[in-house]
């Protein structure tokens, strides 16, 4: 399954579901003009209320992510290489900001924070074996 939520996280799942399709918009697992999934056959497996899943596809509506065809199922819009780029980054800065006020409350400087990241960055490449652009 392409969505997973999960009730005891604190997040609430609307908020989970938004972030994982963004996710899977960003890194290339959805794709410009991919149906999503209807909200009735996303509620049942995931066991959550549609009226959820509803207010979170309607969000991402509201942010352009996607797209409101009437009659037919939601797509993913479709912006351009030039916003997704843009949209990777804004996703890399929401999840490293709590990373980054992590780093100065503990007193780390700044070129150490950055030595741990370019090492999760190699440990994560070589993981996944791509290599860097």
């Not at 912006?79 to 780390?108: I, K």
């Not at 400087?109 to 791509?130: M, N």
Request: glycine share 6%; proline share 8%.
């Amino acid at each position: 399954m392409l969505f997973f939520v999960d009730p005891h996280s604190g997040v609430p799942i609307f908020r989970q579901l938004m972030d994982q399709v963004r996710t899977h918009v960003v890194s290339g697992v959805l794709a410009p003009g991919d149906e999503m999934p209807s909200i009735r056959s996303l509620s049942v497996p995931l066991g959550v209320n549609p009226m959820t899943i509803s207010k979170a596809y309607n969000l991402l509506v509201h942010e352009g992510v996607l797209e409101r065809r009437p009659g037919l199922p939601l797509v993913v819009a479709d912006h351009g290489a030039a916003d997704l780029e843009d949209r990777r980054r804004e996703q890399l800065a929401a999840s490293l900001q709590p990373a980054a006020q992590l780093a100065v409350s503990m007193g780390l400087s700044p070129a150490d924070a950055i030595a741990v990241f370019r090492q999760l960055l190699d440990e994560a490449r070589d993981q996944s074996g791509k290599d860097a652009p």
